[in-house]
């Protein structure tokens, strides 16, 4: 089976910008979660989708937002780029955070805000 | 909100020493799962945890959950330089609603002199 992938995998940006990263999760993987990552804070929760329905939110402003379609794949969006919004965003997929199981995470998006 | 704190921040080994990171809550866990990020890399899953006490091991990693499941650690006997990246713990409430979500401790940087 392939891997999560994410696209695309760099992006340098400037404030005020929006920017919209994408993840395609593992074949048959209907959860998808997203996380910042950064030297400080390191992994935060932003958002996880299951079956087109976001099921869980972390604690980031409404600037971050997100989506999933009908094939599972995923899209976050972050309006009116800050430069604190620089950071490695990775999403992970599962079959079903509710069980448990195993987050596969994808290699990230490095996003640079300037 | 649920916290789950991880120490050391760092730990800088010689080959052939021992390595241990804990990893604490705030709350009780129905699982707790550890990752494992090389340099440059993206989180990679290791393990979960779901019993009381319990223990797992995996070639010279050993895991461990608390018997009151607020607290785990991840102890590596004998580091080898393959061993070098960032350890994370990964906690999970109990089922129903927002205690869905991983939150994840910000990891032990493990580096080997070799």
């Known amino acids: 089976k392939a891997g999560v992938t994410q696209t695309p995998r760099y992006l340098i940006k400037t404030r005020g910008q929006q920017v919209t990263l994408s993840c395609s999760p593992i074949?048959?993987?209907?959860?998808v979660s997203w996380y910042q990552q950064t030297p400080g804070q390191g992994l935060q929760f932003l958002f996880e989708?299951?079956?087109?329905?976001?099921?869980n939110k972390g604690n980031f402003p409404g600037r971050f937002s997100g989506r999933q379609f009908s094939n599972s794949r995923s899209e976050m969006n972050v309006s009116t780029l800050e430069l604190g919004d620089s950071a490695l965003y990775l999403c992970?997929?599962?079959?079903?955070?509710?069980?448990?199981?195993?987050?596969?995470f994808g290699p990230g998006t490095r996003l640079t805000v300037l | 909100g649920q916290q789950v704190m991880q120490i050391p921040q760092y730990q800088h080994v010689q080959e052939g020493e021992d390595f241990t990171t804990y990893c604490n809550s705030s709350?009780?866990?129905?699982?707790i799962q550890w990752y494992k990020q090389r340099p440059g890399g993206h989180p990679v899953f290791l393990i979960q945890?779901?019993?009381?006490?319990e223990v797992k091991k995996q070639k010279r990693l050993t895991f461990q959950f608390g018997e009151a499941k607020k607290n785990s650690s991840l102890h590596i006997t004998a580091t080898q330089t393959t061993d070098v990246g960032t350890y994370f713990c990964?906690?999970?409430?109990?089922?129903?609603?927002?205690?869905?979500?991983?939150?994840f401790g910000k990891g032990t940087l493990l580096t080997v002199n070799p």
């Open positions: 945890l779901v019993k009381s006490g």
């Open positions: 992970a997929s599962s079959s079903d955070s509710r069980s448990g199981n195993e987050q596969f």
């Open positions: 989708y299951f079956s087109e329905t976001q099921r």
């Open positions: 990964a906690g999970r409430r109990g089922s129903g609603g927002s205690n869905y979500k991983l939150t």
């Open positions: 074949s048959g993987h209907r959860s």
């Open positions: 709350t009780t866990l129905s699982n």
